[in-house]
């Protein structure tokens, strides 16, 4: 034991210092930018890299978008989506091409100029985001109609300077995405598409993230420069500023025109194609953090987690060690058969506590407890992370474990829709909205459709349109809540990430 | 039949052109390098970008990938290797810190110099590799012995400005690979680390690629500047050039000291840590397309294939294309039951041989032809790519096809092993060697150990010593081929790409 004990002192000593360091030290309702900056880093998501606004993934953030990328990826192919690659290399001669689009992108741009020694002629632009150089190929391989649809998605990183404050996962240099193009005949057709990847989107973020989301459009001000409209799923979350989730852009022939993507129709005439754009980023783990996480940390949906249930043997001798730790691999090798991701925790040294806050902090959705007392009995101790709650449960029964996983990801999108509308309010008055867009929230408001009115309210509020619902996109029951004129839809209006 | 022969025309008048256009013009014998630029463009694997060296990968270009991710990661992650994520961008003033290890990327680094406006003070290099960017962020990582061993892989593009001719996937500015970097509390776990690695890689490229290496260790001269030692993987192309396919390096404590990743130990006592570092790229794809294409294009190993089975209908009315694709249909069905990758190709205005000629340019490994003939007989012709055999089965026993393109990998494998045999020669004296060299293939020659032995050869030859192998690491027992002293080891000489 003294030994144990001196590991430990080293351990703490050097590795994670006292217990007040380790966990959480600020309320998630007192200083909520400071709390979710301390989940991040404790929890070993990710870290800083040395370039101001670049992030680094640890392994536990990494897995949790490598499970989102193998859930979009089997939906992705279901739909007759592929994957493809793009360099990172865009050349500034391409960009001229569709100026408009590219213009917004411009402030942002990481421009290489040299390549070793040498300057570059034509400078190259680090991708903002690929329309160009994918459009520029696809006109290259689409000919005829038997090219159609085409349809490639791009799991890779964009670049765009941040000249605001970054926060990990929320605003970065650099970020994780993927970024979906198709090309359609008809258009019709394309904007089909658009709402299947929208579909796609929310049934992901919800099921998976335990994540509920408001879809619609974006209003003119705020929609994708190239697209003709944008098709958005925005999140409230628990700080009251609203998140967009993921967006799903119809094109048009905005970009199928100046970069020539036609094809040739079975009547052998030549047309322009229609195109649809669509992404997420790794922003979706960020909204999970905010959403889910508590003073003790990260709280993990399930389905999402490296590991889902962590087993922790408690003992005080060596002898019962042995035959704890047997049980506890026999459970193991259980849940591991019934595919269910496990892990045992039988570092020395540490106390129970101590490995208790540990993946508390770290979110693991499931603790089983197994000592001494829980042998004789036959039976573990099981607790849950999201609601701490504590029940014994029959080491017989031990793969019923996979039932209370699914019931925890129930709840949480239960508990994440109830905040929702909660904090979601409908205005009538502008005083009102005034008065109450400090508390933050969503804010269902009738609206007159004019541009000059959403700026107005921007200038006064700091509120955008952040999304127009698709069952309120005509709703002209009510007076604009700037201009009291007639309404021509009803969007939700917030503060924003 | 008039509507169809007029789509036909149309599609091959706008989208492929003539056969002759379409199909590989050039033998592999006569001009292997225009030979297999062919088959990387018209079997669409790959494209080029608009940037001079840089390549995008068309969806059956990307799915050999993947499927090749898949396979590592499963492996990488039994042996306790997690990935993570690093940004692309690394400032200057870290690239300082080993020197001698980064010298040499330097005439290859894009620099980013500007973000949108304005110039950036610290200039931004593109990853042409990450140690030093890993191993800064190691050094806040790893505290104590608990940290270790420490090993993440990280599935990223490197960046290296080529000046050289470059060529789809074997010499590219940006390339797909993944870079695994892991920390070690000992010398002896680290080494280890590095031949565990190698042998993944080895039965990876062997077992999916169907390509056959020889493992062994680089040369002082060869190896990675930043290592004590490279071990390396190395294959001998149908061309008689050598190819290296991977490389696990033994980092020692050349990075650990200057970045100080340091760890307390169970003694309380810092220790410097041991590390590695290995990568392969998508350069195995460039190898898989060489050692394995024919005249009529690309061949693929069952195990990588996106489609492993084509079912090509064959019929005149369309009557008769109902039963036809009905029988297709189950038989597609049965196929992925047995978890088997099958496509029906029922593209209507184009013949039979014209679909033969396109699969058999995309090298998908089994043809399935079935006609209203066989359908009387319930049978269906197969016809296997590799070897052009064609053969008659029952179509009770279609799931017995799995069996066959279990052979037909075998098979591949065995085939290269035989050519790799055959390109292999020992050589004794200088004179042979270098009356040989330009004919092309692997030299087993004696050498004394000295540097200068291995310059003049290459001087005179253009040959490298490619690999030492294992067994041949202390061979003592012949003279060297240049200098006719004593020899020390008994190295692969090769001319390489």
């Not at 006109?139 to 349809?151: N, T």
């Not at 060596?318 to 506890?328: G, S, T, V």
Request: aromatic share 10%.
């Amino acid at each position: 034991m003294l030994h144990e004990r001196l590991i430990s002192k080293i351990f703490l000593e050097t590795s994670v210092l006292s217990k007040e360091d380790v966990g959480i030290t600020v309320s998630k309702e007192e200083d909520f930018s400071e709390w979710y900056t301390q989940v991040v880093l404790k929890a070993k998501l990710a870290d800083y890299a040395p370039v101001k606004g670049l992030i680094v993934l640890r392994p536990d953030g990494y897995s949790i978008w490598e499970s989102l990328r193998n859930t979009f990826d089997k939906k992705f192919s279901k739909s007759g989506i592929r994957n493809g690659f793009l360099p990172v290399l865009i050349p500034e001669s391409l960009l001229g091409k569709e100026q408009k689009h590219f213009a917004g992108f411009n402030p942002e741009v990481f421009w290489v100029t040299h390549s070793g020694e040498n300057e570059i002629g034509d400078r190259l632009a680090l991708r903002p985001t690929s329309e160009t150089l994918a459009y520029t190929l696809y006109s290259k391989w689409i000919q005829s109609w038997r090219d159609l649809p085409l349809k490639i998605n791009f799991w890779n990183t964009a670049l765009r300077a941040e000249i605001k404050a970054t926060k990990p996962f929320l605003r970065t240099s650099e970020f994780l995405w993927q970024e979906g193009h198709t090309v359609h005949a008809t258009k019709e057709e394309a904007e089909e598409e658009v709402m299947k990847i929208l579909e796609i989107y929310k049934t992901t973020v919800e099921e998976e993230l335990a994540i509920p989301v408001v879809t619609g459009k974006k209003s003119e001000k705020e929609k994708f420069v190239g697209a003709v409209y944008t098709t958005t799923m925005e999140s409230i979350m628990p700080d009251g500023k609203a998140l967009q989730m993921g967006t799903s852009h119809f094109l048009g022939q905005n970009f199928s025109i100046p970069f020539e993507v036609k094809f040739a129709d079975k009547d052998n005439i030549e047309h322009f194609a229609w195109q649809t754009s669509w992404g997420v980023s790794w922003r979706l783990i960020g909204a999970m953090i905010m959403m889910h996480g508590d003073e003790k940390g990260l709280v993990l949906p399930p389905k999402v987690a490296p590991i889902q249930i962590v087993i922790v043997p408690i003992y005080k001798s060596d002898e019962i060690r042995q035959k704890i730790l047997q049980k506890a691999c026999e459970i193991k090798n259980t849940l591991e058969a019934a595919d269910l991701r496990v892990h045992i925790d039988d570092r020395i040294g540490l106390t129970p506590g101590y490995k208790f806050n540990d993946w508390e902090l770290k979110g693991i959705p499931v603790r089983m407890e197994i000592g001494p007392k829980d042998l004789e009995k036959n039976s573990i101790v099981v607790v849950k992370r999201h609601n701490k709650e504590k029940t014994s449960m029959s080491i017989t029964d031990v793969t019923t474990i996979s039932q209370v996983l699914n019931n925890i990801q129930k709840e949480m999108l239960d508990k994440a829709k109830e905040q929702s509308v909660k904090s979601t309010a409908e205005v009538l008055e502008y005083s009102d909205f005034k008065a109450r867009i400090g508390n933050g929230g969503f804010f269902k408001a009738f609206w007159c459709g004019k541009q000059e009115c959403e700026e107005k309210v921007k200038e006064d509020t700091s509120a955008d349109i952040r999304v127009i619902p698709f069952e309120s996109e005509e709703d002209n029951s009510g007076r604009c809540i700037y201009c009291m004129e007639q309404s021509k839809a009803k969007p939700i209006f917030a503060r924003g990430y």
